[in-house]
């Protein structure tokens, strides 16, 4: 009888396999364009990991990866005595919930407002507007920000002639954080809005016309429906986000940032940056790395954990 069985799960194998050949040839071009992705990914994301390594020995540029001797966890509690590192720690973390807070609904609303727009002209003129500045590089974005808002700028003109203390906005401790909340949320918003106008233009206007009928007002109606359609959207979004809340925006602070702000601007990636390619420690800037990655991944898998327990969706 086992014998029996091990042959039919044997025919239904060489089945399964001959299935997916005539798939793969059926959709060869598919399958083609598919390889140059899949190659990139490799050689960008999986080769590069040999290197992880470096983390748990005392790197030598002259010996190689292979010939420097093992540490073990040494780079790990160097890094984590050091009060520079808990200080960038906090600071990330801290830039990273004020964007989640105040940036993640911001495309959100923007999306809902546009909804509700009648012209279709106008609607594509505002959302065209809205999402360009994401095309724009930080390195702009940031010299932009640096004329407008410098201490003879024409924002502390106007804050001088209403009768306003000129304020140094890139160089204060208590303003750079919410310029870089700000900047980043003008950055993004209008690109955000894309994901969710495509899932509101997949709700069935029945539901809409029953709402109508029922009484509801524009107000109930997206409480009641636009909301709950779009919930699983958002849930999947949230994840993502949740899941890289450790990832600061280097190019953003990097841009923006100078000594005076350290105390409250500087983050991981950027102190990073300085111990690898600016002090040379390659072994410590990588435990930083794979750190934030752990990290990184218990957050991914945490959040799609509670999302999928609160609202039954999530990323699997």
Known sequence: MSNELKTKSKIKKKRGWSATVKEMKKYRAIYAMMLL?????????????????????????????????????????????????????????????????????????????????????????????????????????????????????????ILKSVGINEVNFLTSSKTFRSMVVGSDIWKEVGWGTIIYLAALTGISPDLYEAAYIDGASRWQQTIKITIPCILPTVSVLLILKVGGLTNGGFDQIFNMYNEAVYDVGDIIQTYNYRVGLGQGNYARSTALSIFLNVINCVLLLSTNFVSKKLSGSGLY
């Not at 960038?88 to 609904?105: A, K, W």
């Not at 003129?125 to 024409?154: E, K, R």
């Open 37 to 157: 992705g899949a190659a990139c990914y490799i050689v960008f994301n999986y080769a590069p990991m040999y290197g992880i390594q470096i983390a748990f020995k005392d790197f030598y540029v002259t010996r190689g990866i292979w010939n420097s001797p093992w540490v073990g966890l040494k780079n790990f509690r160097e890094l984590f005595a050091t009060g520079n590192f808990w200080r960038v720690f906090n600071n990330t973390l801290y830039l990273s919930v004020l964007r989640l807070i105040f940036g993640f609904p911001a495309p959100i609303i923007l999306a809902l407002l546009l909804n509700e727009l009648r012209s279709e002209k106008y609607k594509r003129v505002i959302q065209t507007s809205i999402y360009l500045p994401h095309f724009i590089s930080w390195v702009v974005i940031a010299g932009i920000i640096n004329v407008i808002f410098a201490m003879d700028g024409p924002i502390n003109a």
